[in-house]
């Protein structure tokens, strides 16, 4: 073995990627970023363009365990491996954990990605945070991650204090943003991870009483030899790099953007909304009111009456539309006697939302079923009872050791497919949708023949093609909070295990949102294969786990929401754009509906309404609905209102969204205005965004210097609302102009 070492960090010192390194010493270079290591297993310099930005020799990783409460710093070597990349393998003694990390420059880039192996000397169940600390020298630092406190997300750092954005989920602590930002005004450096490969990262940022800052992340990782792909290990890795610090965190985003393009590659290029239940007769309407899919039940149209369901197919597509399949694969319906849950209810669940059920009478109820192979009443389609007994003792998940499963929502008379158990209570199940699971797996209940299946089916008998999948509620039910115990599933999946506390004991579990991972790989794949685009909905603390696998997003849901709330989800909006890239993102159902108690008059369609549509246009959300299209006499309502709006949204998202601004807003106020540029140049179309989240008007001068926009004079200023022009002035090859702000409002400006 240490014959094979040598021989190995033989060829890494006479590899052809030295050009990278530096023959006198462990140096490695990445763009404008040097790394610069000890053989005794030491980080000794950080250099940026060549300044140093790190406070002296240190080794950045520790453990923790969370059985013992024992903390060590690994102790090791650096070396070279064959690619003449930075290599270092350590130790924990005390703690029986060994790791590896590879150090690997990005080409292009000021970035290194950071390979990591975890692996556990003992041959038991593990439950371990991996912590990385990296000491920066004393400066006036920033921190730029935390997004609801600034435009830039940019806020400065105080002595003594400590930074992070994170969201807890079930106990666990879990950065929102999938990096850690921090700046001195002209360099940036930054740890982050990739949601290509998701993790539950939780960064922080600590700046000393000698304005030290120390960036540091932790991730929970749960250890255990039942796991077939990671027996006692897991892997993960994380971006180490700098960015322009000139523009804090936004700098630091183009970074993040510029490491990892794949997540933003989109197969869906056309633009506009997304919409329920559209119906044949305002087909036509809904186009002209900028909705682009048309996201139904079809299963339950062709299994009702096939004749009109492929007329309906045809008139969306001839009407410019996009059929959008639609399935729910993390759980599935069940049906319950009427009052079941009351009767049988042990208390309070562990997890998430619901009340625990009593198991053993909840499996004895679904087992009822067992060989009957008649049809089931669950779908339309070729699943029989038997089959949904079989898919659900296979993959429903368990919550607890002991093997509960997980009855995530439960409705009193609430089964709505017709047959003979019409009227009972329904409770969704929830289920792993891991592809990879043994047979009879969810080949079955994914691409179901229930949904996706029967639908495909009935496409090809009537020479039909669909345009896309639509898969509902990720990760939320099945995913928000919920953890698998169940240590056969454990055995299949793609992405190491976590851990969570339950009685004061941590415990390796699967968390659904990972395990959920491997489907969306799979079900993006599939699509692929087929040309389809995906589209998904998903809540904005976990949709870094979905926007590498989908086209178009759904963001968030708003029934009720009252207009002077609305400045309140520009936060939600604005983590929704900063993940998504240019992915088309689209309202929830119920924004626009006639819902919340909304009067049924053009009046309040223009008090009410059009707020919501000025709150969506600040990120280019596209402002979708629901079931408003049933009733001919609403939609008239929204025609005006959406022709205002519909070719300012199709405007700005063809030029896309650009991270960085490229002007300055100053006046009193004008740090709470945040500002958005779609477009890099006028001759290609130009727009800026600003909303004014405040109860007052707000008046701010606005510059731009030229030379950002290939220098060419401005000829024109539009504000696109009111469409209205903008005076402006040119002068030293920068263009001012003075905007009001109204109060609560989303400002759009065209340049030309």
């Not at 158990?421 to 592809?435: A, H, Q, S, V």
């Not at 108690?597 to 959300?621: H, Q, S, W």
């Not at 979708?624 to 199709?650: C, Q, S």
């Not at 009111?722 to 065209?750: D, S, Y």
Request: with cysteine.
């Amino acid at each position: 073995m240490l014959k094979k070492m040598f021989a190995n960090l033989f060829l890494g010192l006479t590899a052809a990627g030295l050009g990278q390194l530096n023959a006198a010493g462990l140096d490695l270079t990445s763009g404008g970023l040097t790394l610069k290591a000890e053989p005794s297993g030491e980080l000794s310099g950080l250099l940026v363009d060549n300044r140093e930005y790190l406070a002296g020799a240190q080794q950045p990783f520790s453990a923790f365990d969370a059985a013992t409460g024992e903390q060590e710093s690994f102790s090791g070597t650096f070396s070279r491996n064959q690619r003449g990349e930075l290599l270092f393998r350590g130790e924990a003694p005390k703690l029986k954990l060994a790791l590896e990390a590879v150090y690997a420059p990005l080409p292009g880039r000021n970035a290194f990605l950071v390979r990591t192996e975890l692996r556990d000397l003992t041959s038991g169940d593990r439950t371990v945070r991996l912590q990385y600390d990296l000491a920066l020298k004393a400066a006036q630092w920033r921190f730029g991650s935390n997004w609801d406190r600034s435009p830039d997300g940019a806020i400065a750092c105080h002595p003594g204090n400590s930074y992070s954005q994170i969201e807890m989920l079930n106990g666990m602590p879990v950065s929102q943003p999938p990096w850690l930002l921090a700046d001195d005004g002209s360099t940036g450096i930054m740890l982050a991870h990739s949601m290509m490969k998701p993790r539950f990262f939780s960064y922080t940022m600590h700046c000393s009483k000698e304005k030290e800052a120390t960036l540091s992340w932790q991730v929970p990782l749960g250890l255990s030899p039942a796991t077939t792909k990671f027996p006692g290990r897991a892997e993960l890795e994380f971006l180490l790099g700098s960015f322009d610090g000139r523009y804090s965190a936004r700098g630091g985003m183009q970074a993040y953007y510029d490491a990892f393009p794949e997540i933003y590659r989109s197969r869906l290029q056309d633009r506009g909304a997304w919409a329920l239940w559209i119906p044949g007769e305002t087909l036509n309407t809904a186009k002209k009111c900028g909705m682009l899919l048309n996201q139904r039940e079809w299963d339950l149209d062709f299994h009702s009456n096939p004749e009109q369901a492929v007329k309906l197919w045809k008139d969306t597509q001839a009407a410019g539309l996009k059929v959008l399949l639609y399935s729910e694969p993390w759980g599935i319906y069940m049906p319950f006697p009427q009052n079941w849950i009351d009767q049988n209810s042990t208390g309070p669940a562990p997890s998430s939302y619901q009340t625990a059920a009593d198991t053993g009478k909840m499996k004895a109820l679904f087992r009822q079923d067992a060989g009957d192979r008649s049809p089931s009443d669950r779908f339309p389609g070729t699943l029989t009872r038997d089959d949904i007994v079989k898919i659900v003792e296979n993959c429903a998940i368990e919550y607890t050791p002991q093997g509960d499963w997980r009855l995530n929502a439960y409705g009193k008379g609430g089964f709505i497919w017709d047959g003979p158990r019409k009227d009972r209570d329904t409770g969704l199940l929830i289920l792993n949708c891991d592809p990879d699971l043994p047979r009879p797996n969810r080949t079955n209940i994914t691409w179901e023949q229930a949904r996706y299946g029967y639908i495909f089916e009935q496409a090809e008998k009537y020479g039909l093609k669909a345009d896309g999948l639509y898969l509902d509620s990720e990760l939320f039910y099945a995913g928000w909070n919920e953890f698998n115990f169940r240590r056969d599933h454990w055995q299949y999946a793609d992405v190491p295990l976590t851990y969570t506390v339950r009685d004061g004991k941590p415990l390796p579990a699967q968390h659904m949102s990972l395990a959920n991972h491997d489907f969306l790989v799979w079900n993006r794949n599939e699509a692929d294969k087929r040309g389809l685009f995906v589209a998904g909905n998903v809540w904005n603390p976990l949709i870094q786990f979905i926007v590498p696998y989908v086209d178009m997003v759904g963001v968030g849901e708003h029934w009720d929401a009252k207009p002077e709330n609305f400045a309140g989800m520009i936060n939600e909006f604005k983590v929704f754009r900063t993940y998504s890239g240019n992915k088309l993102l689209s309202t929830m159902d119920y924004v626009l509906n006639f819902g919340g108690g909304v009067p049924e008059t053009p009046e309040a369609v223009e008090k009410i309404m059009e707020p919501r549509l000025n709150t969506c246009l600040m990120y280019g959300i596209w402002p979708g609905t629901a079931n408003a299209w049933k009733f001919p006499e609403k939609v008239a309502m929204l025609v005006p209102l959406f022709e205002r709006y519909v070719p300012i949204f199709d405007a700005i998202t063809a030029a896309q969204w650009q991270v960085i601004p490229r002007m300055k807003v100053s006046g009193d106020g004008a740090d709470t205005i945040f500002r958005e540029r779609w477009g890099k140049t006028p001759a290609e179309g130009l727009f800026f965004t600003l909303h004014n989240p405040d109860a007052e008007a707000k008046t701010v001068t606005l510059e731009w210097d030229l030379s950002d926009f290939g220098g060419k004079d401005f000829s024109s200023i539009t504000e696109m609302v009111g469409r209205k022009e903008v005076e402006f002035r040119l002068k030293n090859g920068k263009a001012t102009a003075k905007l009001e702000i109204p109060a609560r409002r989303t400002v759009a400006l065209e340049i030309k």
